[in-house]
């Protein structure tokens, strides 16, 4: 499913998130310390290669919500944005962390001037956010962040299997309609 919010495409897909190359910029869902790990970050790091990791050490550590931004090395994109959600069960507000943590990776997106970025799921594996709660930060964040961009025309959420499709899938035909 796809919509276009003040000319920007949204659409929610199933699939791998190291596997868009039609995307400029993929978000990785990253670790405090830009290292690579399990889930996303670990996904990321692997395709992406060893030299991603020596970009990134200079930039570490980051704060939740904040997002920075790389070349994308072995990925068939040009950029990662880096950015890191919050541990929900550690989080006084995680919606509002959640919230900021997708913001700032579109306007960093929009600061240099990319038109695609593809999102997986941010906070919802080991840091451990609802899917459902997550969906509706995410879709919700796009649909007021939408209006100030100009750069970024299509933002595709990646989702790792049908559940998470389908409850993206959801909130983005709720909140569009």
Do not use: W
């Amino acid at each position: 499913m796809c919509t276009e919010i003040e000319g920007t495409v949204v659409e929610c897909t199933k699939g791998d998130i190291t596997c868009q190359s039609d995307c400029e910029a993929v978000v990785n869902a990253a670790n405090a310390e830009l290292r690579p790990g399990g889930g996303v970050a670990g996904a990321i790091h692997q395709a992406a290669g060893p030299a991603l990791y020596q970009e990134c050490r200079s930039m570490a550590p980051i704060r939740t919500g904040d997002a920075v931004i790389t070349g994308a090395h072995g990925l068939p994109n040009r950029y990662i944005i880096h950015v890191l959600g919050p541990v929900y069960n550690l989080s006084e507000d995680p919606a509002l962390e959640l919230d900021r943590a997708y913001q700032n990776a579109l306007y960093i997106a929009e600061d240099h001037r990319v038109s695609s970025v593809a999102f997986p799921a941010l906070s919802t594996g080991a840091f451990g956010y609802p899917m459902p709660e997550a969906a509706e930060v995410a879709i919700g964040t796009v649909q007021r962040t939408a209006p100030d961009l100009r750069s970024v025309r299509l933002i595709r959420f990646v989702l790792y299997d049908e559940e998470a499709e389908r409850l993206h899938r959801e909130v983005l035909k709720e909140q569009s309609g």
